[in-house]
């Protein structure tokens, strides 16, 4: 175990590979939080439908009730980025709900 810290801390440390594993790390996510659904969520397609474009990236849609299976357009809001959804949601409510996001 001493041998193994030795050997891999001074690596470990550089912003470089810090960095590296970091974007690593992120690009795992997008893609497991992405590929885990068939198909497009129908959340999203109405929420396209609402504002009349596709979605871009980061934009999250959020359900105004909380309720994910209401996909009433009335009910369906679009956030530019996950900071301005949740920025919403410690003003208005604190939960947050997950797998809204949207992934390349
Ligand atoms: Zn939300």
Redesign the pocket.
Known sequence: MKTMNEEMNPYRMTDETRKKVRQAHLGKGEGKSYKKYYGKHEHRVVAEKKIGRKLRDGE?V??MDGNKLNNSPDNLKVFRSQVE?AT??SIFDNC??VG?VVRP
């Open positions: 999250v959020h359900h959804h919403w949601h947050v709900e809204e």
